[in-house]
């Protein structure tokens, strides 16, 4: 029996910003291959390429040159429309300023995905609702963000990430904003996440966030470091 393929895969990735004098290799001839059920920690100095490179694996940018494989589909011909619904599908995302949507309820902001995904509306219901249970928040269905602690709404954005069971969670500094107690728990919820098979690579600063992970990939330069 073949092996499943990859999730992601980057063949001599590289992004360049400007040219000549101003040229900026923000990514420089970087492979890299995710597989299924890995947990990534990705670390680096500011300018090192981490969130770049971050940002192509989520088909939020597009390389100047090199291969990008998502789920053994090749995205470099892929129009907009068709990135989008890719990300959409395959992707789940959670950001260090969680980005919900402040006049929807938590229960709202999880059904999104899904409504862009075209999942019918009691099955939208159903499936938030249980995501919500899974992060502890069956009982915040309700509230808005804007009546949720910092850590809460970093679990309903969470919930959102995962709700479209994504091949790849992508979480850039999701503890930037939280306390350590916060912290400790935001991590539990990866930890346990992991362990049911999801495969999660996540940026942060934090030796401490890092050191969760199965692999520290270590940026410098637009690559990663021998050794990580």
């Given amino acids: ?6 999730v ?32 990534l920690a990705v670390m680096g100095a ?11 694996l989520g088909c939020l940018d597009r390389p100047s040159s090199g291969d990008y494989w998502l789920q053994g589909q090749s995205v470099a011909d892929l129009s907009d429309d068709d990135l989008a ?9 959670v950001f260090q300023q969680f980005h919900l949507l402040a006049h929807l309820s938590a229960l709202e902001n999880v059904e999104l995905p899904m409504i862009y995904a075209n999942v019918p ?9 249980a995501a919500l249970e899974r992060v502890g928040l069956g009982q915040r269905l309700q509230n808005k963000p804007n009546q949720l ?8 954005a969470i919930a959102r990430a995962i709700i479209n069971r994504p091949a790849l969670l992508l ?11 916060t912290t400790a728990e935001v991590l539990n919820i990866f930890d346990e996440l992991h362990r049911e098979g999801i495969t999660l690579m996540l940026v942060t600063h934090e030796a401490d966030v890092a050191k969760r992970a199965q692999r520290i990939l270590h940026f410098c330069d637009g690559r990663i470091e021998p050794g990580s």
């Fill in 149 to 156: 602690s910092g850590g809460q709404q970093q679990r309903v």
């Fill in 46 to 56: 500011s300018g090192s390429g981490k969130s770049t490179a971050m940002n192509i």
């Fill in 1 to 6: 029996m073949a092996a499943p393929p990859a």
């Fill in 171 to 181: 979480a850039d500094e999701p503890t930037g904003a939280l306390d350590s107690e």
């Fill in 8 to 39: 992601a895969e980057l063949r001599h990735v590289s992004k360049v910003y400007g040219s000549g004098e101003t040229e900026v290799r923000a990514v420089n001839d970087l492979s890299l291959i995710v597989q299924p059920g890995d947990y």
């Fill in 85 to 93: 619904s890719l990300r959409n599908r395959e992707l789940g995302f």
């Fill in 121 to 129: 509306a009691a099955e939208r219901r159903q499936r938030a609702i």
